[in-house]
């Protein structure tokens, strides 16, 4: 079955610096997201992506944050200069156009563990 | 505005007992879904079910059972004969039509330890 892939699992990053995390979508979905989950919480809307731009974003996503569709297969979450709340899961998700008139459901993958020193 | 409640923080069963698990949601949009995901300790997210807001029909897939009331805004998802493999922390997630589906909701979560 067709998976998201995220990499890395687990990200280790000192503060103030940049953090790129990558994600392959499943092939042929056109919608994508990211969300975040910190430790022990629930999981959190960051953003959507379609039609090569920003369709939905939370108020977490503010402008030290950025999401890319750099190829056709890639789709990039920067942190601009981390901060120490920044730890968190960072989930992946895509998504593709069903029958029922939605986009649903989003597809996760694994996640990665960003950890801010 | 959209929200999910998952009352339960955490509950423990003994292996094959049966065990629900509750969900509450608010929206005043009349077009949604609702979904449950499990999260194992490996940390990722598995989507189990989704149900839209017009379909009231009860699931049932293998030992697991969704019951879906639009009058009291309630998704349960109930497991029956239990085993250990089902520890995990248990989602339920909201997504509505004003917001185009984007944004997914997800509730607090329902740590579920199955005691051998």
């Known amino acids: 079955e067709p998976e998201v892939t995220q990499t890395p699992s687990h990200q280790v990053t000192q503060m103030g610096q940049e953090v790129i995390l990558r994600c392959v979508p499943i092939?042929?979905?056109?919608?994508f997201y990211w969300y975040r989950q910190i430790l022990g919480q629930k999981v959190e809307f960051l953003v959507s992506?379609?039609?090569?731009?920003?369709?939905?974003k939370s108020e977490i996503f503010d402008d030290q944050f950025s999401v890319e569709r750099p190829d056709g297969s890639n789709f990039t979450l920067k942190i601009r200069s981390t901060k120490l709340e920044d730890s968190a899961m960072y989930f992946c998700?895509?998504?593709?156009?069903?029958?029922?008139?939605?986009?649903?459901?989003?597809?996760f993958g694994d996640g990665t563990r960003l950890s801010i020193l | 505005a959209q929200k999910v409640t998952q009352a339960q923080t955490e509950i423990s069963v003994v292996e094959k007992e049966d065990v629900t698990l509750d969900c509450v949601y608010e929206?005043?949009?009349?077009?949604?879904?609702l979904f449950w995901y499990k999260q194992p300790p490996s940390g990722e997210l598995v989507f189990l079910i989704r149900?839209?807001?017009?379909?009231?029909q009860n699931e049932i897939s293998g030992r697991y059972s969704w019951n879906f009331q639009k009058s009291t805004s309630s998704f349960n998802f109930t497991i029956t004969a239990s085993q250990v493999v089902d520890s995990a922390v248990y989602f339920c997630?909201?997504?509505?039509?004003?917001?185009?589906?984007?944004?997914?909701?997800f509730g607090p979560g329902t740590s579920l330890s199955v005691i051998p």
């Open positions: 998700a895509s998504s593709d156009w069903t029958g029922d008139y939605s986009n649903q459901p989003q597809h």
């Open positions: 092939s042929n979905h056109l919608y």
């Open positions: 992506f379609y039609n090569n731009e920003i369709s939905e």
């Open positions: 929206t005043r949009d009349t077009t949604y879904y």
């Open positions: 149900r839209n807001s017009f379909d009231e």
């Open positions: 997630a909201l997504s509505v039509r004003e917001t185009s589906y984007d944004k997914v909701i």
